[in-house]
């Protein structure tokens, strides 16, 4: 939303403007398993308050910048502070509760995660129209301090539990450059690309993952367990997690295409509309942490994406009717909300509190990692509409696309997600 001011205000160039999403998706994507570990080892609370004093420094940073350089040196660090943050709150929220009040846990999670992209739209719209884009920075400095007043006094601090173990920065750095090695690919995948731009990096990533589970089979301390990804429930979590992250944020990236450029509204009424979607991811993240304990990951994964899939293809058939097409997206949003749901508990409730932060930090990976996915996918599918907004047949079959892969995505759920309700508290596997 604030890109387009962005850009004008600092002279970004369009690779510039580019590197001011990648600056900070990179090291958010490549960061989030060594954050992770690190709660695991010196304790949750103090990563996540480490990580927020961090981000809301960049923030503030990033909102006085005066030019490119500053504004993405900012963004990097904001990504950096981001993947200390989102593994350790979720390791917190793993390890707090139990039983059904952790299914209730993570369906807030889940709602708060899912609208949160919706919410952004419109609070970036009414920002950038009102004072300006660099109040959608400006605005983290004060959330960020009460955040950082509230958490001691409610979140009780968790003793380091490195027990002689060593964070495994070789392993570390090796995950780190991959991840954003694949971030960086996808990101830059797209019908105009040049394919040296994407192919070389996910050829560089794919090198890279070997290596990496090479340095984890030999070293005495891994970054993570590598016998954790023969678990069929973080299996099935980690894919129901990126294909829902790829549907909501690819979906969110066309619908504020189609208002913009088809439509001519501006940020402000484009960031409105999103409300009803917000409101529809809200209620079904609410309602699959609900039934989730009741029927099981693999009855809300299958439906909410059979769900999704219905949704988008509403707004693949009523492109035309603004009403309807918004109406689609959020029923889109609803089913995906619940997929949210599913992801988290079917993942996380099979795993030990020694471990809560690394899996976290893999889950919230494969959030990143679908989000980048599905927004480069998009583009390429809805190119011709992308570049030219009065025709419609990009937007079109971007939708329906993302109609037929949720309905494939509720077969594949069905088949890969573990039967029966989620284990009541997490076993304590062996590290």
Do not use: C
């Not at 920075?137 to 009780?156: D, E």
């Not at 570390?172 to 960086?184: E, F, H, K, N, P």
């Not at 797209?190 to 089979?217: C, N, Q, S, T, Y």
Request: glycine share 14%; proline share 5%; charged share 10%.
């Amino acid at each position: 939303m604030a890109l387009p001011d962005l850009s004008r205000d600092l002279g970004l160039s369009a690779e510039a403007a580019g590197w001011a999403i990648a600056g900070y998706a990179i090291p958010f994507g490549g960061l989030m398993l060594l954050g992770g570990r690190s709660a695991d080892l010196f304790g949750s609370r103090r990563v996540f308050l480490l990580g927020l004093a961090l981000f809301t420094a960049a923030s503030f940073a990033a909102g006085i910048a005066p030019n490119a350089s500053t504004l993405i040196g900012a963004r990097v660090l904001q990504g950096v502070g981001a993947a200390m943050l989102s593994p350790a709150a979720l390791a917190t929220l793993t390890t707090r509760f139990t039983g059904r009040n952790r299914h209730r846990a993570l369906g807030v999670w889940a709602a708060i995660g899912g609208i949160g992209a919706a919410a952004g739209v419109l609070l970036g719209g009414l920002l950038t129209d009102g004072p300006g884009w660099r109040w959608i920075f400006y605005i983290n400095v004060p959330v960020g301090m009460l955040i950082a007043i509230v958490v001691p006094l409610l979140v009780p601090a968790v003793p380091a539990n490195a027990g002689g173990r060593r964070l495994d920065i070789v392993g570390g750095a090796i995950v780190t450059v991959a991840i954003a090695s694949l971030t960086y690919g996808i990101m830059n995948a797209g019908p105009a690309a040049d394919p040296v731009a994407w192919l070389v990096p996910l050829v560089v990533a794919i090198g890279l993952v070997i290596a990496f589970a090479v340095v984890e089979r030999r070293v005495a301390d891994p970054l993570i367990d590598l016998s954790v990804f023969g678990r069929q429930p973080i299996r099935a979590g980690i894919f129901v997690m990126l294909l829902a992250s790829a549907l909501l944020i690819g979906g969110f990236f066309l619908l504020s295409f189609v208002l913009q450029g088809r439509m001519l509204w501006s940020p402000l009424i484009t960031g409105l509309a999103f409300l009803p979607v917000a409101l529809g991811t809200l209620v079904g993240a609410h309602l699959g942490g609900t039934f989730v304990s009741r029927v099981g990951g693999r009855a809300i994964a299958s439906v909410a994406f059979a769900v999704a899939a219905a949704g988008f293809g509403t707004a693949a058939l009523q492109l035309d009717t603004v009403a309807l097409l918004i109406a689609g997206v959020s029923i889109a949003g609803f089913g995906l909300g619940a997929a949210f749901v599913a992801s988290t508990t079917t993942a996380l409730s099979h795993v030990a509190h020694h471990e809560a932060g690394v899996i976290s930090g893999l889950i919230n990976t494969f959030h990143e990692l679908g989000g980048a996915l599905g927004v480069a996918a998009m583009s390429a599918l809805a190119a011709s509409s992308l570049m030219t907004p009065t025709f419609d047949g990009g937007f079109a079959l971007g939708l329906a696309a993302w109609a037929v892969v949720a309905l494939a995505s509720a077969i594949v759920a069905a088949l890969l997600v573990p039967p029966g309700k989620p284990a009541a508290d997490a076993p304590r596997f062996a590290h």
